[in-house]
């Protein structure tokens, strides 16, 4: 059976590219956010059997942007590395827009360059009440790390941290100390060695079912609904007996957020949003 037929060119498309194409502001490391808008919208705008001629151009854009894109996050990579780019980070992290939303976008992808974590091909299934592995997206992580202001001796500790990108942020971003507890051993395994070629001394992973964690050094816990049911139960009762002995934090993002926004010894400063990381402090009073 033959294909579909090629689109006719729209008109305003071949000038928006005509456009890109001049458009040397896009070449700029620090349009890092343009540049992700126009590759999505790239993906969008041109159906999957664009004429031979369209389909150049919008392969030749793609190939120029993700390129400088790879640049971008390799300089940035190797500065951070030597201990510099700190400032750089947060200034292109601050190039989130709408921080709400559980979409990802350009910020996932410079993370991801960063960090060069690479999933393992197959890790076994989840025990029940286990939630399988999924990212936070980065410009929520970004946005945690400005709410907490964290400090030199704060401990972060993600509670089910998978492939490890909250911590290595959290160290990237802070002076703080970073912890990710879990459970699959591929998911340590490849989060160790991302943190050792990025030489983040002060953060390590340990591969524990959360509810057989040490949690007596941790000052601020994170949950993204790693776990339900009896676990989340047994890990929250565990993070209530260690803020009876002194102040802790706990963020959660998800469908957890709701359980936590329940527990009589916690409290928020703010309002609780379902698609932004939730703050909660001790319940004082
Ligand atoms: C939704 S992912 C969150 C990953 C990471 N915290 C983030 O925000 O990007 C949940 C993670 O929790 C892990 N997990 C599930 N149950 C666990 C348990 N009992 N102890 C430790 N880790 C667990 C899963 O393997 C998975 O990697």
Redesign the pocket.
């Known amino acids: 059976m033959p294909g579909p037929n090629p689109p006719s060119p729209v008109p305003d498309r071949s000038e928006w590219l005509d456009r890109l194409e001049h458009d040397v502001a896009l070449d700029l490391a620090e349009s890092v956010r343009e540049r992700g808008e126009v590759l999505d919208r790239l993906e969008t705008c041109f159906p999957a059997y664009p004429d031979p001629a369209t389909a150049r151009r919008v392969e030749a854009l793609r190939a120029r942007f993700e390129a400088v894109d790879r640049r971008l996050a390799a300089g940035l990579r190797a500065d951070l590395r030597a201990g510099r780019g700190r400032e750089r980070l947060l200034r292109l992290a601050a190039t989130s827009g709408a921080v709400r939303g559980d979409h990802y976008d350009h910020l996932d992808d410079l993370v991801a360059g960063l960090l060069q974590l690479e999933a393992p091909a197959a890790v076994p299934e ?1 025990e029940a009440e ?7 997206p980065a410009r929520h992580v970004f946005d945690l790390v400005a709410r907490l202001a964290l400090g030199a001796g704060d401990v972060f500790v ?5 492939l490890g ?2 911590p290595m942020l959290v160290g990237l971003c802070t002076d703080a100390r970073a912890t990710g ?4 051993p591929a ?1 340590v395994e490849r989060a160790r060695a991302a943190a050792a070629a990025l030489q983040l001394q002060r953060v390590v992973f340990v591969q ?4 057989a964690a040490d949690l007596s050094t941790g000052t601020v816990f ?1 949950l ?4 339900t049911g009896s ?1 989340l139960r047994a890990v929250l009762d565990a993070l209530r007996v260690e803020a009876g002995k002194r102040p802790i934090r706990v963020c959660s ?2 469908p957890c957020t709701h359980v936590l926004a329940r527990e009589p010894w916690l409290a928020s400063p703010e309002p609780v949003e379902a698609d932004r990381i939730a703050l909660f402090g001790p319940c004082i009073g």
């Open positions: 989840p286990m939630v399988f592995y999924q990212p936070t993600d509670l089910g941290s998978g990108h909250v507890i879990e459970w699959q998911y524990q079912d959360a509810r994170y993204y609904t790693p776990f676990i993002y998800g």
